[in-house]
């Protein structure tokens, strides 16, 4: 009960209703669940055309990999972690916007998180599948990746699990599969109400199986609550442990650039960081599209600009401290890295990645900016880009030169390089188109209960 | 249809309700009077339902620790097992037995227990997956998942009577009152 009087005294202090005035349930779960059950547009199709056939690039890039072996990308000694490992930081990065928003966000009691969550849930999922698809390709003999899993098998091996690459095995297929619970539960009313408001029998049949026979009893949602409750608790360690064993798999090396404690911290902001970029990136036109202002709003742009303010700046921390380490430790090899980062043959790199990770995105500070939905959506790709920029950065350089002169190399991807990660972007918004087709990206029951709370407000 | 059958069993009476306000007194009311199978139905949380109603709490919170305790020891016992028992590998003359590296994958596997056990005794608990639930014969109810709120009075109720009880829903002054039949 306490907690609910608190919802609605943050929502009455913050004075921007979160939906638009005028809405009841019926006028909620008609705009939501329209997009759904209408047959799909010729935009729609054009779309998801388009993401398939990247979709289909991937494929026979990865077929060529198969077939030819790791030779057709340009990993080598020195630097044998090229795109694969740049691209799996890249999108579990974007994947963790997701679970933060609907874990840590609900236990927070943030109500602005109702309107995206679904949305960036299934971001995240499928940001997850990407991110899989790189270290297993990146094996080498890409078919057995489940070498990777403790199981009992006929060479009386076990992997070793003293290693941060087999921890990255267990929080990558944990992290995936707890969203996933985390996504479905979600759906299931919603579901339910899909299926009763179907009219064509195939659409009822397939809400039907997959809403489970949901009914909204009373103890139905008693337990729906605190499971949902609980799940954001178990979450949100969750969400803070998958990036910091991703940084492990750098920092527990002895490399300059990598061996560094700041790390697990400044790759979980990195990774809120691009999460939040993506999600701006997907709902900024998405919002427009398909009529979606009255849910998400303003204000919700301007929120998630002022967490990408922040968790930008951590992220600039971090850089900073890489540089201040590096000359408070007085060694030698840390110090000639952030030469080699700053004036290297990957120097432009690191430029680039300080004009879109740090400068540009100072211009948030502005009201301005952060409301006008176009310059937002640039300021996103930039995010985006100096995200990337920075894993490039920290996988490239720091592998390229280490120790010894004469062990160091170049490094140069080739074309199958780029059609993977291209490919990639197939696979995600190909699954993407699929989600705002076939189910709701708005949590339905939810927007009723804040749809509800906000109108009964109105009255008192 | 009808007439091809000349007798059906009650399963209860439905009232319907516009707003959760108003079946949360109703259910308070059907309590007062003595009703005990009574279930109530609506598209999202109504707080303090379940207690109008005088539903027993949930388990699930004893379930997920369980759970979740389950996979700490799961994983140390399986962890000690692979690298202290059966395939015990000298990394740079460090000891086998080397807990602190046992601890994120550790940390995982009770994440992913408590969550998978979570969900299973939700949808378990809540006797899903369901296909056919006699309320479902009541073309109204499509709208529980909607925006109609619904209280059942169930015809295994000691109380129920099918004309006194349904005399007693019409008090409540509900929006609509539905026959539920088995």
Request: with cysteine; aromatic share 16%; proline share 6%.
């Amino acid at each position: 009960m306490s907690v609910d009087d608190q919802r609605t005294t943050v929502a009455r202090q913050s004075g921007e209703p979160l939906v638009a005035p005028g809405h009841d349930l019926e006028s909620v779960n008609e705009q939501i669940n329209r997009i759904v059950l209408r047959p799909a547009g010729s935009g729609w199709l054009f779309g998801f055309t388009v993401a398939f056939l990247l979709l289909i690039g991937l494929m026979f890039a990865i077929l060529a990999l198969m077939t030819r072996g790791t030779g057709i990308w340009g990993i080598n000694i020195p630097v044998a972690w090229g795109f694969a490992i740049i691209n799996f930081v890249w999108w579990i990065g974007i994947g963790h916007a997701g679970t933060l928003i609907s874990a840590i966000l609900l236990l927070l009691k943030q109500q602005w998180r109702t309107s995206i969550n679904r949305f960036a849930e299934a971001m995240t999922l499928f940001a997850v599948a990407c991110a899989a698809l790189f270290p297993i390709l990146h094996l080498g003999r890409p078919w057995v990746f489940y070498w990777l899993l403790p199981y009992p098998n006929s060479m009386q091996l076990w992997p070793q699990p003293r290693s941060p690459l087999i921890w990255d095995v267990f929080a990558v297929t944990t992290y995936g599969t707890v969203s996933f619970l985390f996504w479905y539960v979600g759906l299931i009313p919603d579901l339910a109400t899909l299926r009763d408001r179907a009219v064509k029998p195939l659409k009822r049949k397939f809400y039907g199986i997959v809403s489970l026979g949901w009914r909204g009893s009373a103890m139905h949602w008693r337990r729906y609550e605190m499971l949902y409750l609980l799940l954001a608790g178990v979450s949100t360690p969750l969400v803070v442990s998958v990036h910091s064993i991703v940084s492990f798999d750098f920092a527990v090396s002895v490399l300059p650039g990598w061996h560094t404690t700041i790390f697990p911290p400044y790759f979980v902001a990195g990774a809120i960081y691009s999460g939040f970029a993506m999600v701006l990136t997907l709902t900024i036109p998405i919002r427009k599209i398909y009529h979606l202002e009255d849910f998400i709003t303003m204000r919700h742009l301007d929120t998630m600009a002022k967490v990408m303010l922040g968790t930008g700046w951590i992220v600039a921390y971090g850089y900073l401290m890489e540089l201040f380490v590096a000359w408070y430790s007085g060694s030698y090899f840390e110090q000639f890295l952030v030469r080699n980062r700053l004036f290297g043959p990957f120097g432009p790199a690191y430029w680039g990645l300080i004009l879109t990770n740090v400068a540009l995105p100072q211009a948030l500070w502005s009201r301005r900016v952060r409301r006008n939905p176009v310059l937002l959506w640039c300021l996103s790709l930039v995010i985006n880009t100096g995200m990337w920029l920075e894993r490039f950065i920290i996988v490239i350089v720091s592998l390229h030169r280490d120790f010894l002169p004469s062990s160091w190399g170049m490094y140069y991807p080739t074309a199958w390089d780029w059609a993977t990660y291209l490919g990639t972007f197939g696979l995600f918004f190909t699954l993407l188109f699929l989600f705002i087709r076939f189910l709701p990206m708005i949590s339905n029951f939810e927007m009723r209960e804040l749809v509800h709370r906000t109108s009964t407000e109105g009255e008192h | 249809m009808e007439g091809s059958r000349l007798e059906t069993r009650t399963w209860g009476w439905m009232a319907e309700f516009d707003q959760p306000e108003d079946l949360l007194s109703a259910a308070e009311r059907v309590r007062e009077e003595g009703y005990r199978n009574v279930d109530a139905y609506a598209p999202m949380p109504v707080h303090g339902l379940p207690e109008a109603l005088g539903l027993g709490r949930t388990w699930i919170p004893q379930i997920v620790l369980a759970a979740g305790l389950l996979g700490a020891i799961g994983g140390f016992v399986f962890l000690y097992y692979i690298t202290v028992i059966h395939y015990p590998h000298n990394v740079g003359g460090r000891p086998f037995f080397s807990w602190p590296s046992y601890i994120p994958i550790m940390f995982e596997t009770t994440v992913l227990l408590a969550a998978i056990c979570g969900v299973i005794a939700m949808i378990a608990l809540n006797g899903l997956p369901k296909p056919y639930h006699p309320v479902f014969n009541v073309p109204e109810f499509l709208r529980a998942s909607q925006d109609k709120f619904f209280l059942v009075i169930e015809a295994s109720d000691p109380q129920f009577d099918k004309d006194r009880t349904r005399e007693f829903l019409e008090g409540l002054q509900p929006a609509g009152l539905h026959y539920v039949e088995d």
